[in-house]
Nanobody, 119 residues
Framework: QVQLVESGGGLVQPGGSLGLSCGASGKFLSINDMAWYRQAPGNQRELVATITSFGDTKYADSVKGRFTISRDNAKKTVFLQMNSLKPEDSAVYYC?????????????WGQGTQVTVSS
């Protein structure tokens, strides 16, 4: 069974930094795009950043220049480095990956990790 397990959330002061990681485990053939989403109370889940298997990245306008997504294909892990954090970045962060489990590609989600930016 394929699982995505996240770690790294917590409480940080405004202007601070936090790093998230998400590793894939289980039986599968390949991982395509990986991404981070977030959802604040009362809001819809929104896309934060994506990264292809080749390392091409895209970011939401609200996090450009502050967040960096990266991945280690050998370790089947995606990372999100968050700098200059703002209170509005507070949310539950979810990782997402498109994974090949024969015979099809499927989207998998992590369990979510809370990020709270507050003084």
């Amino acid at each position: 069974q394929v699982q995505l397990v996240e770690s790294g959330g917590g409480l940080v002061q405004p202007g601070g930094s936090l790093g998230l990681s998400c590793g894939a485990s289980g039986k599968f053939l390949s991982i395509n795009d990986m991404a981070w989403y977030r959802q604040a109370p009362g809001n819809q889940r929104e896309l934060v950043a994506t990264i292809t298997s080749f390392g091409d990245t895209k970011y939401a306008d609200s996090v450009k220049g502050r967040f960096t997504i990266s991945r280690d294909n050998a370790k089947k892990t995606v990372f999100l480095q968050m700098n200059s954090l703002k209170p509005e970045d507070s949310a539950v962060y979810y990782c997402n990956a498109r994974i090949l489990v024969l015979p099809t590609w499927r989207d998998y989600w992590g369990q979510g990790t809370q990020v709270t930016v507050s003084s």
